[in-house]
Each structure stands twice: as structure tokens, then as C-alpha cells.
């Protein structure tokens, strides 16, 4: 008998050499036939696989993540089959799942895919599933491996098997399918009811664009039509909440390829919007005890390969800046830490000027590949709401829980409601990642857990996540659309304060290390911005849209009293403007309504001849006839309403 231990802590012994799907029909029959996969002792397996030791097993569905992720790999494996049987000769490299669906590279020769062969790709695929053919794993050895592939022509999975240890290497057979896979499937294809192929894309073998290119097929998966027939709604939604489509629409930013790929501009109402969300947090930020400095966009070379950001990133950087002056490199800043560090190493410290809490808008520069750019999501210069805390060990939980209070007052205020917090901490078995001693990690991590439990935030651990330097909080942000995106970050940190030698003198007169905490609500202003964009679909929150107001004169001799009205509006600090175009009311009100002006001001003769303006609401709300100060009233309340003060 072995024995497994269940998430909950409780035990059930089993016979040796059961497998997971009988454990989960000890637990429950109906809980049973939703199982798809699962994980013993930190490893994914099959449902069908035997144990034959004792161990913790966790039990997948649909509705985990992990099950997803089973369930998405499983089906690029069909759909994998169903290519190579629809163009023969193909070559099949990977295919991994991906947050939403999966993609399979390939290599087609001299045929194409375009979406006018997807119909054919997904019948074809759907056809599989409907087989219900079992997954099954098997080990092969190397040499049997390299030899079925060798015989197939295909160079690419024979460069990955030649990479690859001789015992710890298996194939996943399906029908007559057969793939180099390392696992992590669902018991058959049946369970696949529904596949969608999205998009298709050119990608390089290994990333390497001095590599052959590839056809990248994108799909997704579903265990319920009516669920691919939602995700389809959805998809539909996201793109007219496209953060480019809006942007453009709302002239918000740009980009120009004369000033380079991935390096947005930002157009006059865009700047506007930026500054005011800078404000916001300026003010909260004095308020918390924060002071402004502010660093170069460049730096020595030295600087950052004392940091470690050189050696971690400097081949994925803008290359080195050389001066005329011999051996002298600088690179554009990728990080402001290191600048940050230097700025409280202007001065000796000592333990009663802790903590001190420096913070940047600082932009930073960072060298993505041209396939990866998207928008304001993936850019190549961002600006990040940067700043960081340098405290002692005692001061550390207060810190970050008020960092904490701090990162939910600007998610609460913008509208994002609905979080998870994520604690992501190092990989254990790759230490080779990650600076810094044990014992400085550990401290770091159960800080950030203790903080996290003491502000009762809802939150998950996650191994692997860790930033190279020290463990970290981020706020995964579901937006209105259902998807979760990573908002907000905090980080505690050991190393960069001893690799930088900083210090501050204790109570006992002797020199101790301070704590140091990164800290950026926003992120980047370019992401947040594009995610809240999406998330509003260009509907901004009251107090921060560019413009509140517009004033519509019904004709031109109305124009006068507009601008007196505008007037007040602007000593009560509400953006307004007004629309003197030769054009109709309708007409002004429709372009109103594209443009997202929350409300829409009409003034003609009743109105002048009143002292009133007749207001409508963004959307077709007509709140009637109100005087001037009632509609100053009225902005007043719902600014107030949504944008509580800190």
C-alpha cells in the first residue's frame, strides 16, 4: 500500500501502482469524470499513470489552470495530426499550450496556411477527437528517437532530442499520431468538443532570426461548444476595446516608424491623461512620505553589471553606448534601481533617517524583438512609476504593508475591483537563477507572505516567479472582459543593497545592511494605460478623462453664452470645450458620443435666455435642463464618488 496526501491535508491509502483517476473515484464518482489531469510530488502527469510511492497528489478539472493547460497542449497534439495528414511532408517542431489555446509550430516548405484553410484544419481536427483515442506515454531511447526522426527528415526535433538525456526522454502516441513529448495530457481526445484555429504567424526556430521560419498555428480549445461560441463573443468585445483601435480613435498616442519601432509618441490628450494619472499618485506618494528624484535615461556600463542587470540582461538590451573617450561604454537605463541605489549612496545613513522612500517616473529602455512589440502592452521605452524603499529589517513588514494600502488605493480608484495577489517566489531546483544567499531569500519571501496574510489579501504562491534578485507581490487584475492581467508590483530585496555596499549606522554604532523594497502600482505608464483602455473601453474614469464636457451651441449666435458658461466650468477645474463647427447639433452629438465626452452641453436660445444648459449624458441620457452650478455639482459628486482621497 502507498500513501497520498491530498491538497487538504488528508491521507488515502491506495494499492502500489494505482493511478491518479483512481484516487480521484475514491474521493467521488461525479467528481471523477471531471478530472483531466494531475500533478504527484511537483511533477504533471497522466490521470492514467501508475504511483508507486507515496506522495502529494493534486487532482485537476477544466476549471484549473493546470487542467486548462493539460487540455490545450492535448489539442495542439490533434491539431498537430491533423495538419501533417492535410499537407503531407510537413514538419512538426513544438507545441506548447499558451495562456488562452495553444500554438504548433511547423515547417510547411514551399506550402502556406491562411485562413482560408482553417475550416478545413479544425474539421479535420475535430474529427480526431470524436475517435476518443487514448494519450499514452511511452520512454524511448535516444537513439530510437534520434533514428525515427532522422528517418522522417525532421532536423528540428532531432536538434531537441540531441539535447536531451538519454532515459529521461518519451514520445505520446494518439491513433496512428505519434509526437517527442514530455507529458502532461488528458485521458483521450474526446474530451475535446470544440477547436478553433485563430491566427496564423511566421516565427523563427529557437527565436533565432538568423534561423529557418516557421509557420506559427494558433488555436483553441474547448469541452463545450457553448464555451468556444462564448470565448468568440469575447474576442469580438476585445477588439473594439483594442487599446490601438481606441487610442488612434481618441488621439491618445502614436507610433512612427522614422522614430523607431516599439518607442510610442504621445499626442496632446494622450500627455494630458498621462499627467494626470502622474498627479494622482505624486499625491498620494507625498502623502505616504515619498521624495521625487530624478536619474538619467543612461548610465555606465559598470553600473549595471554591478547590479546584475548586465549579465542577466544585457544581450536582450540596447547594445553599449561607446564615447569618444577609450574603453568608456554606457547603456540606455533598463532598470532605475541601480540609478536609485546610487541616490542614497550620496550620503552616510543612520538608522533614524530610515526609511527612505525615493520615487521616479523614470523611463527605461529595453531591446524586445520586433515580433514581441504590441502597441503600449510590448514597447521598447516605457515609463515606469518607479520607487524604492530603503528600511531596516525591523521596519520591512510595516513597509510593505503600507505599499500594499498604497498599490490597492490606485487599482481601486481606476475601477480594477476584482484581483488576485500573486507571491511569486524562486524555483528551488533552479537556484542558478537567482542571486543572493538562501538565508536572504527566505527572509525575503516569508515577509512578503506574512504581509500578504496580515493585509487579508486573497492570494496565491507561485514557484518560479521571482524577480533574479528577490521575491515579489504582483496584483493579477481581472479587466471587464474576464481577462487577468499583472498590475502593480512589490518587491523585496537583499542583494542589490550588498552588491552596492550600501549601508546605515544602528542604535549600537555599528554598520548594518538596509532592506530594499521596489515598489510600482502603475507598472509602466504604457501598459497601464493600454489596459485601462481596454478594461474602460475608452469610457475613463470621470476624474481622469482628457475631456469632461463639450459645449454644443445650437448656432452660432449661441456661441457667446457657451463660452461664458465655459468659463465657470473651468474655475470649478472641469475640462470642457466648445464645438464651433458650421455643422448640426446631431450631427456634433454623434462624434461627441464616438469620442467618449461623458457629457454633452447644448445652449441655444432657452438655455441663454435661462442661464441654463440642457445636459446629456455619454450613452443618451438626457438629464434635462440645470443650471450651471448644479452641473458643476454634479461632476463635483461623481468625481468624488469614484476618486476617494488617501
Excluded at 264 to 271: E, R, S, T, V
Excluded at 385 to 400: M, R
Aim: net charge negative; glycine share 8%; hydrophobic share 35%.
Amino acid at each position: 500500500m502507498i500513501k497520498i496526501t491530498l491538497p487538504d491535508g488528508s491521507i488515502r491509502e491506495c494499492e502500489k501502482g494505482s493511478t491518479p483517476m483512481d484516487v480521484a473515484k475514491s474521493i467521488s464518482s461525479g467528481f471523477a469524470r471531471n478530472v483531466i489531469s494531475a500533478k504527484f510530488n511537483d511533477v504533471v502527469l497522466e490521470v492514467t499513470t501508475p504511483l508507486e510511492e507515496d506522495g502529494s497528489l493534486i487532482l485537476y478539472t477544466w476549471n484549473d489552470k493546470e487542467g486548462k493547460k493539460a487540455f490545450w497542449h492535448s489539442s495542439s497534439h490533434v491539431v498537430a495530426q491533423a495538419i501533417e495528414e492535410l499537407y503531407p511532408g510537413v514538419k512538426l517542431t513544438i507545441g506548447p499550450a499558451i495562456d488562452n489555446g495553444f500554438y504548433y509550430d511547423v515547417d510547411l516548405g514551399d506550402k502556406t496556411i491562411s485562413d482560408k484553410d482553417f475550416p478545413a484544419i479544425e474539421k479535420k481536427a475535430i474529427e480526431i477527437a470524436r475517435g476518443k483515442h487514448d494519450f499514452k506515454m511511452r520512454a524511448i531511447t535516444k537513439a530510437e528517437a534520434l533514428n525515427t526522426y532522422k528517418e522522417q527528415g525532421n532536423e528540428y526535433k532531432v536538434e531537441l532530442i540531441e539535447n536531451l538525456e538519454d532515459g529521461t526522454i518519451t514520445f505520446c502516441d494518439h491513433d496512428t499520431f505519434t509526437d517527442l513529448c514530455r507529458g502532461g495530457h488528458i485521458p483521450n481526445t474526446g474530451i475535446i468538443k470544440a477547436i478553433k484555429i485563430l491566427s496564423v504567424a511566421g516565427a523563427y526556430w529557437r527565436g533565432d532570426e538568423n534561423k529557418t521560419q516557421l509557420t506559427r498555428v494558433y488555436g483553441i480549445s474547448f469541452p463545450k461548444q457553448k464555451e468556444l461560441t462564448e470565448y468568440l463573443e469575447l474576442l469580438e468585445q476585445a477588439k473594439l476595446r483594442d487599446h490601438r483601435k481606441l487610442g488612434k480613435e481618441l488621439e491618445l498616442f502614436t507610433f512612427s516608424q522614422k522614430v523607431g519601432a516599439g518607442l510610442p509618441l504621445w499626442l496632446p490628450k494622450g500627455a494630458a491623461l498621462r499627467e494626470r494619472l502622474e498627479n494622482f499618485l505624486k499625491k498620494a506618494q507625498k502623502k505616504a512620505g515619498y521624495e521625487m528624484v530624478v536619474t538619467p535615461h543612461i548610465g555606465q556600463k559598470e553600473l549595471y553589471v554591478t547590479s546584475g542587470h548586465y549579465a542577466k540582461y544585457g544581450e536582450d538590451s540596447f547594445q553599449p553606448i561607446k564615447t569618444p573617450k577609450m574603453d568608456e561604454e554606457f547603456l540606455l537605463k533598463p532598470m532605475n534601481c541601480p540609478h536609485h541605489c546610487e541616490v542614497y549612496n550620496f550620503k552616510p545613513h543612520s538608522y533614524k533617517d530610515l526609511p527612505k522612500r525615493f520615487a521616479e517616473f523614470g523611463t527605461v529602455y529595453r531591446y524586445e524583438q520586433s515580433g514581441e512589440l504590441h502597441g503600449l502592452t510590448r514597447v521598447r521605452g516605457f515609463t515606469q512609476d518607479d520607487a524604492h524603499i530603503f528600511c531596516t529589517p525591523d521596519q520591512l513588514d510595516e513597509e510593505f504593508k503600507n505599499v500594499i494600502d498604497l498599490s490597492l488605493y490606485v487599482l481601486g480608484s481606476l475601477g480594477f475591483e476584482d484581483f488576485t495577489a500573486q507571491v511569486s517566489v524562486r524555483d528551488l531546483d533552479k537556484p542558478e537563477k537567482y542571486i543572493g544567499t538562501v538565508e536572504n531569500w527566505e527572509k525575503a519571501e516569508n515577509a512578503i507572505i506574512n504581509a500578504a496574510k496580515e493585509k487579508g489579501l486573497d492570494f496565491i504562491i507561485e514557484s518560479g516567479e521571482a524577480a533574479f534578485y528577490g521575491p515579489k507581490l504582483d496584483f493579477m487584475v481581472k479587466d471587464a472582459l474576464g481577462r487577468q492581467w499583472q498590475l502593480g508590483t512589490i518587491q523585496v530585496d537583499y542583494n542589490l543593497p550588498e552588491r552596492f555596499d550600501l549601508n546605515y549606522k544602528g542604535s549600537d554604532n555599528e554598520l548594518h545592511r538596509p532592506v530594499m523594497i521596489h515598489r510600482a502600482p502603475f507598472g509602466s505608464m504604457e501598459r497601464f494605460i493600454a489596459l485601462l483602455l481596454e478594461h474602460t473601453g475608452g469610457n475613463f474614469p470621470l476624474w481622469l478623462i482628457p475631456e469632461q464636457a463639450i459645449l454644443l451651441p445650437v448656432s452660432e449666435k449661441h456661441e457667446k453664452y457657451a463660452e461664458k458658461v465655459l468659463i465657470s466650468l473651468e474655475k470649478h477645474e472641469i475640462r470642457a470645450i466648445v464645438d464651433k463647427r458650421n455643422e448640426t447639433v446631431g450631427k456634433k452629438i454623434r462624434e461627441a458620443e464616438m469620442n467618449k465626452i461623458p457629457f454633452m452641453l447644448i445652449v441655444g436660445e432657452n438655455e441663454e435666455a435661462e442661464g441654463t444648459i440642457s445636459v446629456r449624458r455619454h450613452g443618451g441620457e438626457d438629464l434635462g435642463s440645470i443650471t450651471i452650478s448644479a452641473f458643476e455639482e454634479l461632476v463635483t459628486k461623481e468625481i468624488n464618488s469614484t476618486l476617494k482621497s488617501f
